[in-house]
């Protein structure tokens, strides 16, 4: 019985090939965005899980009140660690992870080869004992016994060594604290999962050596730097643990908090939520929001069901041409629950041949893909049993949603009825047909609106005045010692290029994530109720660089030691009038001493997401207080530009590889999340627009075959051919019509939801909505009217003839 079920559904297949393969294409690029965005999913939320005992190791996270400032850590005092293993036996391991003397990026030397690298972090000897790396060079074991050891990823080791054996070999760091000497003890990579610490290398962390300093700090108020792991043992409650944690914190640190005013309160993250989990300051590794994650999984959704849609209106519209079928094989004493596998089985057929479809398709566009997420997603089907589980689900969902009401449309045809001819007034469903597609039009007009709003709050990001001017500014950053004692004569040099405007020399530059921060107030004020400002050093020339604007008193003057200049922020919050700023005294906690140059108006130094901040900008251009030089340029061609730049840099630091960025791409990095979410969204918005437009197509085609003899009868007396156009397309518009006014309100709500995310963004306007319309009816008029001329130039003779 089932193989003749299946050459019943074969033969009916092929006969209608057109509508078979308008449903195949369909839901194979439906089947596509679905397998790709699970995967990517996937990806995401199996960030550590490849650590031993990953569910049992949690990040110590620190939630600070001072001066009315709330912050939300992912790092916690040095001492809080290894207390917590002394005080609690539900504590079995501990580590902590700092990055290398807050650097970022470490001239590494092997021999003649050397090169800037990033993700250098100092760990505790137990680091291996709580988290697990693939060694393929080494020991986990041993890797960290000695006092100057240092653990290599896979790639920086292949870099610096090549097909030589990395292991003992001796490489030289060269940093802002001079130059360090390592042996190379393990050499790990990530083939056994990615882990949410961005890292290349890792050092032993020791009291005697290397970052000893860092350990030596038994501050348990302030200097939350350490990214500080626990491993608890097996069945242990975290959430216990937790509700202990304020009185083991009274316990060793109740004094200093009171002296300094601080609440302090510790929690305990899980592992596994660090990739998907937001607003934490001082995170290491990159993070991907889970409502990002959301939004993706919600779009794979509605896409697929974008697809199923059309399946389930083309099968009942063609349900006419099989009612008699039903009809007579009902009389031969087939049941309903026959009637209904069989039309299941046919949607589960087509399902399979999609997903068929769909995975060399993958394969083909997941560069692509992978470049629109900025993934690394491969498809690696013999050894993911979980991509085999995608795909069996996918068929099953899809070809059950699909499937589902044209199966139990069609087996509820009355036999005697259908046989008689009564069919037409018994199973009409262009009701439902014309729901569904208002469905795909709101899901598609949403889409298409969402590409609108979020294209112009991109484009407001890139054209707002940010209060300085970040156009035709290149860094050059000096991440060693040496090569700062080198940065004046590299100025000096480079002031003779003929395009050159000016150039600063500057701790920090604006669009980065880190600042040096503490507490200022006034003299004859409570230093515990002191204003939180984030600042940067710099020389006479950062206001001219920068085009930094002076609202009240001056800007820097050669050998201005001591003064600064504050923002209308942080003159607002001291209390202080701009003009008459000059000659202000500051004072901060660790006894520093400053006075007001001036007050600058205010600039966003930081991304659009966030609010403006208390910022001060500290004179301090000797070697060791900077470490970038920011270059203002009128040229017009920036290789010939860059090239005499790199001359005049290795004429002064011939052994050191030339580095630069700039200040627009340092800027842009702020919106890497948003951007990425833009080319997902144009790119999965076009592809439900294509699948909406198949379904749309297919059900133009249907509407003029079964309007096929009203035609010839109408051109026969005379109609035109845009008469007749506009006959078979109107109906359709009207459907978009109704579909824009459903999703203007839903689009508004959810884009607004995203732009609250923006402390700055642009107003939802009309014109917005207006034209995702007029988009969407030119698309549909398009699709339809295809088919309808194609109706209105055939030859009546044809469609009367047997009248």
């Not at 207390?83 to 700092?98: C, L």
Request: aromatic share 12%; proline share 2%; charged share 20%.
């Amino acid at each position: 019985m089932f193989k003749n079920y299946l050459k019943v559904s074969l033969r009916f297949l092929l006969k209608n090939r057109f509508f078979s393969l308008i449903n195949i294409v369909g839901l194979a690029i439906g089947t596509l965005c679905c397998m790709y965005i699970l995967l990517y999913v996937q990806e995401q939320y199996s960030y550590d899980h490849h650590h031993k005992d990953a569910k049992n190791i949690y990040r110590i996270t620190t939630s600070t009140t001072f001066a009315g400032d709330s912050k939300n850590m992912a790092t916690a005092s040095p001492p809080i660690a290894s207390a917590m293993k002394s005080d609690f036996p539900e504590v079995i391991q501990y580590t902590r992870v700092i990055r290398t003397l807050g650097i970022k990026e470490h001239l590494i030397s092997y021999q003649e080869k050397s090169f800037y690298e990033e993700g250098a972090f100092m760990v505790d000897s137990t680091f291996f004992d709580v988290f697990t790396y693939h060694f393929v060079k080494g020991s986990p074991s041993n890797a960290l016994t000695e006092v100057n050891s240092i653990i290599l990823l896979k790639p920086v080791a292949d870099k610096l060594f090549g097909k030589v054996d990395p292991i003992g070999k001796v490489i030289t760091m060269d940093d802002a604290d001079g130059k360090n000497n390592f042996r190379v003890t393990g050499v790990v990579d990530e083939s056994a999962g990615k882990s949410q610490l961005s890292a290349n290398m890792f050092i032993r962390i020791n009291r005697n050596g290397y970052g000893g300093n860092m350990l030596t700090n038994n501050s348990w108020a302030g200097n939350n730097f350490a990214q500080s792991f626990v491993k608890l043992r097996a069945g242990a409650s975290a959430s216990a643990l937790e509700k202990k944690l304020p009185a083991f914190l009274d316990k060793y640190g109740k004094e200093q908090l009171k002296s300094t005013g601080m609440t302090k309160v510790l929690h305990l993250q899980p592992l596994l939520t660090i990739h998907t989990t937001t607003g934490y300051e001082a995170e290491e590794g990159k993070i991907t929001s889970s409502s990002f994650l959301y939004v993706l999984i919600l779009i794979a959704v509605l896409i697929q069901v974008i697809a199923c849609i059309n399946f389930m209106n083309l099968s009942t519209a063609r349900a006419s041409k099989r009612a008699k079928e039903v009809g007579v094989r009902k009389v031969i004493g087939a049941g309903k629950y026959d009637l209904i596998t069989q039309f299941l089985g046919e949607s589960f057929l087509l399902a399979f041949i999609s997903v068929v479809i769909a995975l060399p398709l993958l394969w083909l566009v997941l560069p692509y893909l992978n470049q629109i997420t900025q993934a690394n997603i491969q498809l690696t089907l013999l050894s993911n049993p979980t991509l085999w589980l995608m795909l069996l689900a996918l068929v099953l969902i899809t070809g059950l949603v699909a499937g589902s009401y044209p199966a139990f449309y069609m087996s509820a045809f009355m036999a005697i009825k259908v046989i008689k001819g009564n069919f037409n007034n018994q199973v009409s469903a262009s009701g439902l047909r014309r729901s569904l597609v208002v469905f795909q039009f709101v899901i598609s007009i949403i889409l298409i609106t969402g590409i609108i709003i979020i294209y112009s709050q991109l484009n407001y990001i890139k054209n707002r005045d940010l209060g300085f001017n970040k156009d035709q500014q290149i860094i050059l950053t000096f991440h060693t010692n040496e090569t700062q004692k080198r940065m004046d004569a590299l100025a000096i040099d480079l002031q003779q290029l003929s395009e050159v405007r000016s150039i600063s020399r500057t701790s920090n530059t604006f669009g980065a994530n880190e600042y040096f921060d503490w507490e200022v107030y006034l003299p004859g004020t409570n230093p515990a109720e002191g204003i939180d400002q984030q600042n940067l050093y710099t020389d006479e020339n950062f206001v001219k660089t920068m085009g930094v604007k002076i609202i009240g008193g001056r800007d820097f003057m050669k050998n201005d030691s001591g003064k600064v200049l504050i923002n209308e922020t942080l003159a607002k919050r001291l209390a202080i009038n701009p003009v008459k700023a000059l000659g202000t005294k500051l004072l901060a906690q660790d006894d520093r001493k400053y006075e007001i140059a001036g007050v600058v108006k205010d600039f966003n130094y930081k991304s659009l997401h966030d609010n403006l901040s208390a910022f001060m900008i500290i004179y301090a251009p000797k070697a060791n207080e900077v470490n970038s030089l920011i270059i203002n340029t009128n040229s017009k061609n920036y290789e010939s530009f860059l090239a005499n730049v790199q001359r005049i840099w290795h004429k002064n630091l011939p052994q050191t590889p030339f580095d630069y960025t700039f200040m627009t791409d340092k800027m842009q990095k702020a919106y890497e999340t948003d951007i990425v979410l833009s080319h997902i969204i144009n790119s999965f918005t076009l592809i439900a627009i294509l699948i909406s437009c198949l379904g749309l197509f297919g059900l133009a085609a249907f509407s003029a075959e079964q309007r096929n003899k009203e035609i010839g009868i109408r051109k026969v007396l005379g109609a035109s051919v845009s008469g007749i156009v506009h006959l078979l397309s109107k109906d359709f518009l009207k459907l978009v019509i109704i579909s824009f006014v459903i999703a203007s309100p839903i689009t508004w709500w959810a884009m607004n939801k995203w732009l609250q995310a923006f402390v700055y963004r642009v107003n939802i306007s009309w014109w917005m909505f207006a034209m995702s319309g007029v988009i969407a009816i030119i698309i549909a008029l398009f699709t339809v009217s295809f088919q309808a001329f194609k109706a209105a130039i055939a030859n009546p003779v044809k469609s009367l003839k047997s009248e």
